[in-house]
């Protein structure tokens, strides 16, 4: 066992890693890095679209722009306060129904495939679903009003920017439980029984067992699910474009609509989009540094 | 988008064959060969609605007539269209005809793309066999860039058992319809109907009542989409939101398409293109249209349709065929056989064919109103310009904004955009 390590550590990186390494490499560099540098290049330009079309180095202009456009920092509030409150509710409602079918015998799976089965379908196909039943003539109204009779006039779920926003938010926790199911049932799985045993020894209940013991045995998790679902939520583009297209006037838009509707509905504003898309890669990055600093300090305590 | 794929294959082996088809016929014909002339032809006539085969045809008998002239039919979806136009004003590959949204004219312009229209000897001639309106969308500072091809515009729709169940009277002045509109709304109906917000939807109103959107030569918007008509206008539009006598989906997402709506006998009204007629054929409901009914300054709607445009780009004797070619397309005969699948005609004695009017029941209400009707402003950065006055008249006819405050920023941006682009 020990010379075979040995022998690893010394053997010299052979030159084939490297070919056989080529492929992936390009590929990645072609359609990731290339794009990502390509894209912050176009940031500082006023960029046009077409062969001979002369695009103008403008500096940090389109950035100002940006900054000084209030459709974009509404989009950006828009999706600050959609991560804000899908995420922590995600991993909460996930946490819940995991630790629920841990502690089931039978069905497990039968559970766990329900749970999961919103994850796998379309968003198109859920987003288009959830529009059918928030419309002003929607399933929703249609119980309200001419069903249980407890409103007089439907009501406009989608017209105004938090209702909207709000049944944006629905869809999307609804759709991210059974993902954050999964990851905290193998988490949870992965806690040795013996914590357990030997806390309801010391006679420590249910409760203060899973405050105790669950939580603490699945920081790792938590961290991961946090900062994976904080960079699903900035990404989040299906919802609000099926549900409102933005609308109406801009108010319900997210960053990636609004950037969608910068690049290809108005005349391909591809600088400002670019410059946009940079600004919210660095958002994303500075919330996730944070997300690790304070974790990791926390598990020091 | 399968079918465009399928299209686009179709259009590229098209493309080959013809090109293998006229390279031999070069080879073969030695003796015409010289005189021979091949002009290519972008368009997007609708393939589905039979227009291709239809142009097919047509092409087939001017090159009977002109045995100089080889026509070379290329389809380009829209965005295919305005792009391929874009990036081969670099590269110098354009056609030397092409029918497209009236919309390109002034873009293509701009790239310095088009040939002077209105320099050929006969453009006038040419031109005065077709409706003036549809044609002044290719005019730029008194140049005509273009010529008109086929147009749309909107007329007033509305449901005849709706209006029949509210005892109202079908409307004939503007505030007849405001008011129409407000006493068919009940907790079922919704009395208006306008998908967006932008000059398209809210222009015919504002012209109607004598205002407009940008000064007469598109140097200011300042003093015009924020004047004291166009206030007034947007203004009555919010009062009838407000009280649900007018929805539609870019004011509030939650609110029902036109089409469905007008399936489902939520709307009762609304101002909109020939394909309304169809759709409402087909939905079975039963209505009628007449002309946007006048406001204060008459009745005046809003232009759709095409032009043909011609391209500098192009040889002396290609230019020669290419006009020849247009000038076919824009007579009553071809314009006749394009109206029998659904190109509403921009020749006058087309207009009153009776073979058009028996494809397109509506035309005669369409004729009546396209005499009237008024082009968006022809100017480069015009899609940018809209996109603006659609956020601000929503913002304005919901209530997050006041009207005139809502306006007066759409003046400002669009003043901005203006200034930028001299």
Redesign the interface.
């Known amino acids: 066992m020990i010379s075979i390590v040995k022998k690893k550590s010394t053997r010299k990186t052979d030159w084939r890693v490297y070919i056989l390494l080529i492929p992936g490499l390009l590929f990645v560099a072609t359609f990731t890095f290339y794009p990502i540098v390509k894209m912050l290049v176009m940031s500082f330009f006023n960029w046009r ?5 002369v695009s103008d180095f403008v500096g940090l202009a389109n950035y100002k722009d940006v900054l000084s456009d209030q ?1 974009a920092r509404r989009a950006l509030m828009n999706t600050v306060a959609y991560a804000v409150v899908t995420v922590p509710l995600q991993m909460i409602f996930g946490l819940f129904v995991a630790v629920l079918i841990n502690g089931i015998k039978k069905f497990s799976i039968s559970f766990r495939l329900a749970y999961y089965l919103p994850v796998i379908t379309s968003w198109v196909v859920v987003a288009l679903l959830f529009r059918y039943i ?5 399933l929703l109204n249609y119980f309200l009003t001419d069903v249980l009779k407890v409103v007089n ?1 439907p009501i ?4 105004t920017r938090w209702s ?1 926003i709000f049944v944006a938010m629905l869809l999307g926790i609804w759709k991210g439980i059974g993902w954050n199911m999964v990851i905290f049932l193998a988490a949870l799985q992965s806690v040795p029984k013996e914590y357990y045993e030997a806390a309801s020894l010391d006679g420590l209940n249910n409760r203060q067992q899973f405050f105790y013991i669950t939580l603490p045995s699945i920081r790792g998790t938590i961290l991961f699910a946090l900062v994976m679902l904080s960079i699903g939520a900035f990404n989040t583009y299906t919802p609000i474009a099926v ?3 933005g ?6 838009e997210v960053v990636l609509t609004w950037m969608y509707f910068q690049t290809f ?3 391909g504003k591809m600088g400002y989009s670019a410059a946009l898309s940079i600004i919210i890669a660095a958002v994303i990055m500075l919330v996730t540094v944070l997300m690790f600093i304070t974790l990791s300090r926390k598990k020091e305590d | 988008m399968k079918k465009y794929k399928i299209i686009g294959v179709m259009a590229l082996l098209l493309m080959l064959a013809s090109l293998v088809i006229t390279s031999c016929s070069s080879d073969n014909k030695e003796v015409s060969s010289d005189e021979s002339v091949v002009i290519e032809f972008w368009h997007n006539y609708d393939a589905g609605a039979g227009q291709v085969e239809v142009l097919e045809k047509l092409i087939k008998e001017f090159e009977a007539e002109n045995k100089d002239i080889q026509v070379k039919p290329v389809y380009l979806e829209w965005e295919a269209l305005k792009n391929n136009v874009v990036s081969g004003a670099a590269t110098g590959s354009l056609p030397d005809v092409l029918r497209g949204d009236i919309a390109f004219v002034p873009q293509f312009q701009s790239l310095n793309v088009l040939e002077e229209m209105s320099a050929l000897s006969d453009y006038k001639d040419a031109a005065s066999g077709i409706l003036e309106a549809p044609n002044s969308t290719a005019k730029i500072d008194n140049i005509f860039y273009g010529i008109a091809a086929n147009t749309n515009t909107k007329i007033l729709f509305y449901n005849k058992t709706k209006l029949q169940g509210a005892n109202i009277k079908v409307p004939k002045t503007l505030d007849e319809l405001w008011e129409a509109a407000l006493n068919v709304s009940d907790s079922k109906t919704i009395g208006m109907v306008e998908p967006w917000t932008g000059i398209w939807n809210v222009g015919p109103y504002i012209w109607s009542e004598g205002g407009d959107v940008l000064s007469p030569d598109n140097s200011t918007a300042e003093g015009y989409i924020n004047g004291t008509v166009a206030v007034k206008v947007i203004q009555k539009l919010a009062d009838l939101y407000e009280v649900k006598a007018l929805a539609g989906p870019s004011m509030d997402p939650g609110a029902v398409g036109d089409t469905d709506g007008w399936a489902s006998g939520t709307y009762a009204l609304q101002l909109d293109g020939p394909w309304r007629e169809n759709l409402n054929i087909d939905a079975g409901v039963d209505y009628g249209a007449i002309p946007l009914p006048a406001g204060s300054n008459g009745s005046i709607s809003v232009l759709g349709g095409e032009d043909f445009m011609m391209f500098k780009s192009s040889s002396d004797a290609q230019k020669k065929a290419s006009w020849e070619f247009i000038k076919f397309m824009t007579g009553k005969h071809a314009q006749v056989e394009m109206a029998k699948v659904g190109q509403m005609p921009v020749n006058k004695e087309a207009l009153s064919d009776p073979e058009a009017i028996k494809a397109i029941p509506l035309l005669p209400v369409f004729s009546e109103a396209l005499k009237s009707a008024k082009s968006r402003p022809v100017t480069a950065r015009w899609s940018e310009m809209e996109n603006i006055i659609a956020t601000k008249v929503a913002e304005a006819i919901t209530g997050v904004k006041e009207v005139k405050k809502a306006l007066d920023e759409a003046a400002v941006e669009i003043d901005k955009l203006i200034s930028e682009s001299k």
Not at chain 1, 49 to 53: L, M
């Open positions: 679209i077409g062969y001979q079309q459709i928030f419309n002003n003539q929607g006039e406009g779920w989608l017209s909207a549900l409102t297209g609308n109406p006037a801009h108010q319900t509905n108005a005349m």
